[in-house]
């Protein structure tokens, strides 16, 4: 690149680069959310989905208990598919940080839907996206900044109960595995006939 | 100037060839050329090309050259092709970060061994056989990957495909029977430069070609195995390609090459055994596992860490990963030039102190790597480092033909080993434990790096000196005769079979730098340097 170009391009990055940190201006910790939903599934404990067949209903809503006006800057709620700590073991990929644009717990979306007082339900098929492990739900409110303010959970605040278990698809497909025979079987079968019909060609000049 | 043939360790003559500085050409009154002979290069009395002309694809010479650096291409293309897509498999197949990295390490280690069985294989086959063997039967290790289905699967199979790296011996051994020995440094540097690009390659491929299925309708965990056809497809193709349109010789002809390799002129035990009793050697085996070594390293690592650490897309994780292995196609050659030079005023010193530089300011460069915080400044730190090891690389290979003459292709078969080892015990030690995250390890490896590379300060040649001390200053001890030919004993001496050490010597004065009155290299030959 000619320097000209070059240049440009540094400042271009350079100038992205700031964009973006100044996006990250709110910073906003899970410890500092209030539990106010309640979240239920419709999967019994230590039951295993399968990943693309299966289905469950999720249930979300504001717990009924709390004063009214707790849910007055909520206006949306994204309901997701969470890790717990026996999947995360040895995956740092997967870790679970106060810090919630850093948080990778919760890694897949189920639903999004605008805030509503009453409870509201959804039936997901487990997308086949999903990999093997054990999991539990969290819904997160947001505000009309679409900043999280609030959350619920299928399970308890050390995320040891009520888990279910997501039995991924392997990938493979029986097409793949004779297309990959049928070309392993060619390459050697071509190597072979090659190497025998050079040696044979070879011992037909000799005689000659 | 005639070589010994198929004599143990000519199979990696000119694996470096820095007998003399790189050249692009051979003069005439040097090498003769044969005038009878009917190649689009001028060829010497072997029908080996004089003339190195990159972006020729002459029969037969040229032809070979790229035929041969592609296949090796390929090679690191398929054995790294995990290495992008770990994002995608480590779901798929349930991996913990202690399995990913025992796999990376043993995808580096299956070459160790099957190096060593290559140059067997190249004097038994001849270089076209053996290229083309094991390119074709490291095919089906490749598509294998549509098999895996947990972590004990995974890591075979990327044991197996990494096989297939030993095609750098057959790549080297090739360009030797083709190349004249007076530019086959350049040709092999090249070759051997241009190859390892695969490794950077195969993370701008891999992401491309998954984007591309997953676009037309396959899900995550099948369409990575889809993109693993590709490679083996590749393998494939390279491999017919090899055998139709390869040959062995400038003549074509086989039969004549194992004719002239029957009789083994030098005693295996005898060249093994000067080149594990120098020193020097094993100093070599431990540097290059720390350029070479990291630099497979971090080809393995490279793109899940800025995927995760930075949160980019899959083929954006790629791209910057890409440019790391990429660099490869002036770094090394820029080494190797780097070294040349040094040579030129100081002689030895200066290229082990050149050596020293650059590995070192590559495992600083590392340490910043893995400290970086922002994207910007770590794809900075990362070409930084990578144009440092990668150098180095091409460093080591500009000494490594001065440390024994008789013993050359061992001692070269040995520091590719290293390189090996070296990357499997990196990726063992930083990258296999979750006890520390992958930027801490990157930051170790630097540190590593800067303390493995310390070994060169005790590197001395009686003849030239080391990096702090002056050549010795015994009369019979500081002459370039004197060391190589004391890798021959008495009885060996008397019947004159260390000839070949002597005219080497004689040639290796050049580096004592200035100190040289007569210029060595002939006068109408410019180093020319790519």
Known sequence: MEPKRYGITILGSLLLFFCMAATCYGI?????????????????????????????????????????????????????????????????????VDNLAKDKTCQFKIVSRPYDKWNQTFEWKVERDVPSGTYFIRAYAYN???????????TDAKKTTNLFDVQAITGRHASLDIASVCFSAFAVLSLLGFFIAEKRRAKLSEQK | MAEIEQS?????????????????????????????????????????????????????????????????FTCFVSTFAAAPLVPIIRDNLNLTKRDIGNAGVASVSGSIFSRLVMGAVCDLLGPRYGCAFLIMLTAPTVFCMSFVSDAGGYLAVRFMIGFSLATFVSCQYWMSTMFNSKIIGLVNGTAAGWGNMGGGATQLIMPLLYDVIRRVGATPFTAWRIAFFIPGWLHVIMGIMVLTLGQDLPDGNLSALQKKGDVAKDKFSKVLWYAITNYRTWIFVL?????????????????????????????????????????????????????????????????????????????????????ANSLTIAILAMILFSVGAQAACGATFGIIPFISRRSLGI?????????????????????????????????????????????????????????????SKDMKKSTEEFYYASEWD??????????????????????????VASALTPPDSTPAHV
């Open chain 1, 144 to 154: 009309s900044d679409d900043i999280e303010v609030a959350y619920g959970q299928t």
């Open chain 2, 411 to 471: 001692i070269s078969g040995l520091t590719g080993a290293g390189g090996n080892f070296g990357s499997g015990l990196t990726q063992l030690v930083f990258f296999t434990s979750s006890t520390f995250s992958t930027a801490t390890g990157l930051s170790m490896m630097g540190a590593m790096i800067v303390c493995c590379t310390l070994p060169v300060t005790l590197v001395h040649f009686p003849q030239w000196g080391s990096m702090f001390l002056p050549p």
């Open chain 2, 490 to 515: 008495e009885d060996e001496k008397q019947r004159g079979l260390h000839q070949q050490s002597l005219k080497f010597a004689e040639n290796s004065r050049s580096e004592r730098g200035k100190r």
């Open chain 1, 28 to 96: 906003v910790l899970f410890s500092s959310l209030s539990r106010t939903l309640e979240v239920t599934a419709s999967f019994k404990q230590g039951q295993v989905l399968k990943a693309g067949v299966d289905k469950i209903t999720v249930t979300w809503g504001l717990n009924q208990s709390l004063a009214a006006g707790t849910d007055s800057a909520y206006k949306t709620i994204k309901v997701k598919l969470c890790y717990s700590p026996v999947s995360q073991v040895d995956r740092a990929w997967r870790k679970t």
């Open chain 2, 8 to 72: 143990p360790g000519s199979s990696m003559h000119g694996v470096t060839g820095r007998e003399q500085s790189f050249a692009f050409s051979v003069a005439s009154p040097i090498v003769p050329t044969d005038t009878t002979a009917k190649f689009a290069l001028p060829v010497d009395s072997e029908h080996k090309a004089k003339v190195f002309k990159i972006f020729s694809f002459a029969n037969p010479h040229m032809r070979t050259f790229h035929l041969s650096w592609i296949s090796f």
């Open chain 2, 287 to 371: 540097l290059y596992g720390y350029s070479m070594g990291v630099e497979l390293s971090t080809d393995n690592v490279i793109a899940e860490y800025f995927y995760d650490r930075f949160d980019l897309k899959l083929h954006t994780a790629g791209i910057i990963a890409a440019t790391f292995g990429m660099a490869n196609l002036l770094a090394r050659p820029f080494g190797g030039y780097a070294s040349d030079l040094a040579a030129r005023y100081f002689g030895m010193r200066g290229r082990l102190w050149t050596l020293w530089i650059l590995q070192t300011l590559g495992g600083v460069f590392c340490i910043w790597l893995g400290r």
